[in-house]
Nanobody, 121 residues
Framework: QVQLVESGGGLVQAGDSLRLSCAAS????????MGWFRQAPGKEREFVAT????????YYADSVKGRFTISRDNAENTVYLQMNSLKPEDTAVYYC??????????????WGQGTQVTVSS
């Protein structure tokens, strides 16, 4: 089992930055790919970014490419999502997930509870 706890969400203005963190505990964190997803009100959950355990495979949704950066510290069992140039359309609950491969769909084994990000215009 892997337990995931997100933090770092909040209310910001358009153009601001936020860094989300996801702390993992349980089984070996370094063996899992880690992904970030988000769900806006009234919409389905969507892929944001993912990074393999080695860091060799990293993928982003087109909507965040160039603005968001996923990184991980395997020694600290933590994955981060640095979000720059935030837009109101980035408003959502952000979830981290752990899985066997760095997938861009929801094929992950473990999920966190989510952290709210609200971007005002």
């Amino acid at each position: 089992q892997v337990q995931l706890v997100e933090s770092g969400g909040g209310l910001v203005q358009a153009g601001d930055s936020l860094r989300l963190s996801c702390a993992a505990s349980g089984r070996t964190f370094g063996r899992y790919a880690m992904g970030w997803f988000r769900q806006a009100p009234g919409k389905e959950r969507e892929f944001v970014a993912t990074r393999s355990w080695s860091g060799l495979s990293t993928y982003y949704a087109d909507s965040v490419k160039g603005r968001f950066t996923i990184s991980r510290d395997n020694a600290e069992n933590t994955v981060y999502l640095q979000m720059n140039s935030l837009k109101p359309e980035d408003t959502a609950v952000y979830y981290c997930a752990a899985g066997r491969v760095a997938a861009t769909n929801e094929k992950y084994d473990y999920w966190g509870q989510g952290t709210q990000v609200t971007v005002s215009s």
